[in-house]
Structures are given as structure tokens and as C-alpha cells.
């Protein structure tokens, strides 16, 4: 499948947290980075994401903030 977006990164399922419709999908890469993705329990069920599992993270944002601590 093509996509428009750049910002593509090789990470690997940390953890899932399952609610009645949505989940959250705890992802590390191999810099150390965290992130997380959204995804309803029906496509999480389509990609059969597993803890453990090499994903590639397509990152497509309108707004990227930055804020100086």
C-alpha cells in the first residue's frame, strides 16, 4: 500500500489496553522513543497485533507543537 506520509518508523507492541470499542496500542522503537496509537478493537482484530509484533508507524500530522520546558 502507498501513502503520502514521510515520517515512517519501524517500532515494536509494548502493550495493548482493551476497552469495550476502542484500544491503545503502546508502541517502542529503536531509539528508545514511545509512542501510541488509536484503533478500534475490529482493526486491531483485522492486523492481528500481538505484544511482541514489529509494526511499521506511519506518522501523517496536521500539527506537529513544540514547546521549550
Known amino acids: 500500500m502507498k ?7 519501524i517500532g ?5 489496553k482493551k ?3 476502542m484500544c491503545l496500542v503502546k508502541l517502542e522503537t529503536p531509539a528508545k522513543s514511545r509512542m ?4 478500534t ?6 492486523l492481528g497485533l500481538r ?7 506511519i506518522v501523517k ?3 506537529v507543537l513544540l514547546m521549550k520546558p
Open 3 to 9: 501513502v503520502g506520509a514521510r515520517n515512517q518508523i
Open 12 to 16: 515494536e507492541v509494548q502493550e495493548i
Open 19 to 21: 476497552g469495550k470499542l
Open 36 to 39: 501510541a496509537s488509536v484503533m
Open 41 to 46: 478493537l475490529e482493526s486491531l482484530e483485522e
Open 51 to 57: 505484544k511482541g509484533d514489529k509494526v511499521q508507524v
Open 61 to 63: 500530522a496536521v500539527n
